[in-house]
């Protein structure tokens, strides 16, 4: 008896921990998402108290949805969030999961409906949405998100699972997109035929009704090709040795060492170089420019960590390396093997030696000039010699870029942060680091005076959405 009892126990235990590891992998946003596909689960009332995952956990196992022979629910809103990683923490797999959605779902076409367009919904369609809907909606009200303002109108009685026809004109108004997204669930509910969306990545949050499958409004971009068995060359060139203590260099070396355990779980072939001098740099790119291995990778990578002034790099031996001219090498022309595929260069280097601080009223920004990567004019049937570019700054033309001692450079930790974070989740890498912008953009020094923006340039022509690994990510695997 005492042994049925310690197995129950050990059970519960494993059940729980599962919970909480869900929950570490979740930030406010994910929390907020959740609520909102409960919606139709919970007592609106209790959902209003929730401040972390558990708190819903601790609701659906309240409520039986949840417990430790049946976490198929759990599943269900980790895959239709596009975590697909978390599924194995579950012990299920994407794959799993869609096989039994048409039995065991419960999270309704409806409900994946509104989360999609919530996810689709931009700042600026949400202003014109809610001037739109202003007659509907209650005096001095200010819509704080796109689920908010769903679930106003449907507290109103004005959308229903029945009835969408407001959203579909306020759509016909606001995005081509959003109305179709609409027009997919109205198809499904009469279980009309679907065209299948054969675009990667983007599958819809729909599940299967009625034996129909459905499908998101199609992209108007396409992907880069990205699903070949070699993903690409990751190039680190780490400068680390200006005179600096041996204290003053973890910092950098931390960063290196985070960049390969990222790219390596992304499927990239890394190598890092430490210390190079410029002639040596230059070297080193000559070589690369001319491996035979380029013809089956999928892309290249290139992050140079070091000192810098505007447009340029220091190498070891303090000579300066034009930004351009490292990017030169691997254009259509320079490297035709690598003609139109994705060629991605982060650079963690000051740009200068001003500071920027901290500015606390709305200003006008003066963009700095963007044209070292110059554009070609060429015929319709070919590509822009420079194209499928895209080069992350740390740091705006003419600003210095910070790195702590120990912990890492902010750009450079904020995007190993976020592409773990955001790559499971099969966004494209503009709105990574978008989201990388906005975490450095945030960060300040201890005394408060000191700021940092980023700044992505690029001719991609394409989006590129790295593949989903299978497995989590490096910092799960600590």
Not at 391 to 403: E, K, N
């Amino acid at each position: 008896m005492e042994h049925d009892v310690s197995v129950e126990h050990d059970v519960s235990l494993r059940f729980r921990q599962q919970l909480l590891l869900i929950d570490e992998n979740l930030v406010a946003e994910d929390v907020a998402a959740l609520k909102f596909l409960c919606t139709d689960l919970l007592p609106f009332r209790k959902l209003e108290s929730v401040k972390s995952a558990v708190d819903i956990f601790q609701l659906l196992m309240a409520e039986e949805y949840l417990n430790e022979e049946n976490t198929f629910l759990l599943a269900e809103l980790v895959y239709v969030m596009k975590y697909h990683s978390l599924l194995k923490k579950l012990g299920y797999t994407k794959e799993k999961v869609q096989a039994c959605l048409h039995e065991k779902g419960r999270v309704s076409p409806y409900r994946q409906m509104l989360y999609e367009m919530s996810e689709n919904i931009t700042s600026e369609m949400l202003k014109d949405i809610t001037f739109l809907l202003q007659s509907h909606l209650p005096k001095r009200w200010m819509t704080l998100s796109a689920p908010e303002l769903l679930l106003l109108l449907e507290r109103q009685g004005l959308l229903t699972e029945n009835n969408v026809q407001m959203l579909e004109e306020v759509c016909m108004n606001v995005s081509a997109d959003l109305l179709e997204i609409v027009n997919c669930y109205k198809r499904a509910k009469v279980s009309l035929p679907q065209q299948v969306n054969t675009l990667p990545v983007k599958e819809s949050l729909l599940s299967r009704t009625g034996g129909t499958r459905v499908f998101a409004s199609p992209q108007k971009m396409t992907s880069y090709k990205m699903d070949g068995p070699h993903r690409g060359f990751r190039l680190i060139i780490n400068n680390v040795n200006f005179g600096t203590s041996l204290q003053e260099r973890k910092g950098s070396c931390k960063d290196a060492e985070e960049l390969e355990q990222i790219f390596t779980w992304l499927g990239l072939d890394v190598r890092i170089y430490t210390d190079q001098t410029s002639w040596k740099i230059k070297e080193l790119l000559q070589t690369w420019q001319h491996l035979p291995d380029h013809k089956d990778r999928d892309c290249l990578l290139c992050c140079i960590l070091s000192h810098g002034e505007s447009g340029v790099i220091y190498g070891k031996d303090e000579e300066l390396v034009s930004i351009c001219a490292i990017m030169s090498h691997f254009t259509a022309k320079q490297c035709p093997q690598l003609a139109e595929k994705p060629k991605l260069f982060f650079i963690q280097a000051c740009q200068g030696k001003d500071t920027q601080c901290p500015v606390y009223v709305e200003a006008d920004t003066r963009f700095p000039d963007l044209s070292f990567i110059q554009q070609s004019i060429s015929p319709s049937e070919s590509i822009p010699e420079e194209a499928d570019f895209l080069l992350g700054m740390a740091t705006i033309d003419g600003y210095v870029s910070f790195r702590h001692v120990q912990q890492g450079s902010w750009y450079i930790q904020a995007l190993c942060s976020k592409l773990q974070l955001l790559v499971p989740r099969g966004e494209d890498i503009l709105s990574i680091l978008t989201e990388v912008n906005e975490d450095v953009g945030r960060r300040v020094d201890h005394w408060g005076k000191k700021k940092q923006m980023p700044q992505p340039v690029y001719t991609l022509r394409r989006k590129l959405i790295f593949p989903i690994p299978r497995d989590p990510p490096p910092s799960h695997q600590r």
